[in-house]
């Protein structure tokens, strides 16, 4: 007997999908997490295996309903699932869920052919992202509209939970809809709150309000730092200037305590942080001297120097301020000498690289080509990289490889949950 159909849940519709209904067969995923049918035709919050009707023309279509649903189909955690476009994929079990991410891995490691171990990954679970980036819109005087974009789309879905934000974040939302109401002065304004929990509460970074009529005025300055410190936000800056400040948002990296500067980059969660710098630190052992390049501020910079000394380096000059200036708090390290140095105009070079038999680098998603050819040339013996773009990881690991190093293991990391993203950990050795 076939299950009865299901309405697709929280798809937005806004206006109607031009073009006739059809009834589609889901053959795979693909990259985005949108279902594949034949043509091909991406239907997004579909499953393989699944009939469904969907609605539009040409390659993507929306859903209408789902006719002959997977047994890997589950409720979604949240009530904003479909239309909100965080999420892409809480409608499938998590097992299934987690090793397509891991197969899309090793597809896509595949492509520079590159055969290596690859570990159980690591999943973050629900309720544990402590950086979030939410959207502001103009809403009433006392609060504005928060959330997130819709589906490909400038619109925002004003949200009132997120299970996979901390909760916290989730918490602080009414406060942080007062905080983000005074920003409107200017028409062109369109806000983004970068929102870090640290220990000492929420570090919230403002940008998108318009700054060239002169930026906010005195009145709404005044009203965001009285709206912060009734909120008991830890610091409010705008594109880092800074508008409140009770006391300076901290972090614990390892053995030590670092200030943050506005904007930093920290790993999305505690956990995928302390998994990714156990897979460094148990690759780096051993090492007489260790190069952290993309070292931000210091994520896995002080716990390699519980090893061995270690050489930091960063294009972000106040990254590595806030680094040195950690040290002073980190007795019993073996030393740490820092440098801000863009490593894609000026790579650490072999010959500098001579005392270094282990080198850690975690670069942007653009990866880092530019120092990997740099590490192929030089003598290190071990090479750890901690990447958030499996595709500009597999061009570095073949430049690697190809001048003699192998891969010895990846570990795969889910920390952006119920999206198509996954990061990843490796080594390689001569």
């Known amino acids: 007997m076939r299950p009865p159909a299901r309405r697709a849940k929280g798809r937005p519709n806004p206006r109607p999908t031009p073009g006739p209904p ?3 067969r889901i053959e795979s995923l693909g990259g985005e997490g949108d279902g594949v049918a034949a043509g091909p035709v991406f239907v997004p919050f579909t499953l393989p295996g699944e009939r469904v009707r969907a609605q539009g023309s040409g390659e993507r279509r929306e859903l209408v309903e789902v006719l002959e649903p997977s047994a890997e189909r589950i409720e979604p955690a949240c009530p904003h699932f479909g239309a909100c476009g965080g999420c892409a994929l809480q ?3 998590h097992g299934s869920y987690l090793a397509w991410k891991v197969e899309r891995l090793g597809v896509t490691l595949a492509r520079q ?6 570990l159980a990954p690591f999943a973050a679970a629900p309720g544990t992202r402590r950086r979030v980036a939410l959207h502001a819109r103009r809403g009433g005087p006392d609060g504005a509209r928060l959330g997130y974009k819709t589906r490909r789309s400038w619109d925002l879905v004003d949200i009132r939970a997120c299970p996979v934000a901390d909760p916290r974040i989730t918490a602080a939302l009414p406060a942080l809809k007062r905080l983000a109401a005074p920003l409107f002065e200017h028409p062109k304004s369109a806000p983004t709150l970068h929102l870090t929990l640290t220990d000492a509460g929420l570090d919230i970074d403002i940008t998108g309000v318009e700054a060239k009529s002169g930026g906010l005025s005195a009145d709404a300055r005044m009203q965001v730092a009285e709206r912060a410190a009734a909120a008991d936000f830890a610091r409010v800056t705008l594109a880092g200037e800074a508008a409140y400040m009770i006391g300076a948002p901290r972090v614990r990296l390892g053995p030590v305590v670092v200030s943050l500067p506005p904007g930093a980059f920290l790993q999305a969660t505690v956990e995928a942080e302390a998994a990714m710098a156990a897979f460094a630190t148990e690759a780096a052992a051993g090492a007489a001297r260790i190069a952290d390049l993309y070292c931000g501020v210091g994520t896995f910079t002080f716990r390699l120097a519980e090893i ?3 050489y930091a380096a960063d294009f972000a000059a106040e990254a590595i301020q806030a680094l040195t200036g950690a040290l002073a708090s980190a007795p ?4 740490v000498t820092a440098e801000a140095r863009d490593l894609a105009r000026r790579p650490v070079l ?7 038999d282990v080198a850690v680098f975690d670069p942007p998603r653009a990866g880092a080509a530019e120092q990997t050819a740099e590490l192929a040339r030089s003598g290190v013996a071990r090479v750890i990289a901690v990447s958030c773009n499996p595709a500009t990881f597999a061009r570095d690991a073949r430049t690697l490889i190809d001048a003699g190093f192998r891969l010895e293991r990846v570990l795969p990391v889910d920390q952006f949950l119920w999206s198509p993203h996954i990061e990843l950990a490796a080594v390689f050795s001569r």
Do not use: Q, S
């Open 22 to 24: 059809v009834e589609l």
């Open 91 to 93: 409608h499938w079990a």
């Open 113 to 118: 052919h590159i055969e290596t171990e690859i």
């Open 308 to 310: 061995a000394p270690v």
């Open 332 to 335: 019993g390290l073996k030393g």
């Open 350 to 356: 072999a010959e500098e690289l001579k005392r270094v």
